[in-house]
């Protein structure tokens, strides 16, 4: 018999099925992939309409103040659902090649 709980299941046996996934309160940091239910999407796009972003205050940041300002509650799922495109273009032009990544 061999228990496997969360923490030490590796990333490829974690997206077999979603009982493997971990969810945890939500980083107000890089997040590739957000979803919103019914229910809020409303409130997160009359936000979003509401500011204006410039070279000091860009759209990621808007993302991270927007859980304070409305009281949404944000979690993480691991392993990551979404295919961050952000992270070619970030790394492009720098010593790794981003596709050794993937």
């Avoid at 980083?27 to 809020?40: D, E, K, N």
Wanted: charged share 15%; hydrophobic share 35%; net charge positive.
């Amino acid at each position: 018999l061999i228990l496997l709980d969360h923490s030490n299941v590796s990333w490829t046996w974690r997206s077999l099925h979603p009982s493997f996934y971990s969810i945890y309160p939500a980083p107000s940091c890089c997040l590739p992939g957000v979803i919103y239910f019914r229910q809020t999407y409303i409130q997160v796009i009359e936000y979003l309409n509401s500011i204006k972003c410039h070279k000091n205050y860009a759209i990621d940041t808007a993302f991270d103040d927007l859980p304070k300002r409305t009281h949404l509650q944000t979690y993480l799922v691991e392993p990551n659902l979404v295919h961050h495109i952000g992270l070619y273009s970030r790394l492009r032009k720098m010593y790794i090649n981003p596709n050794l990544l993937d």
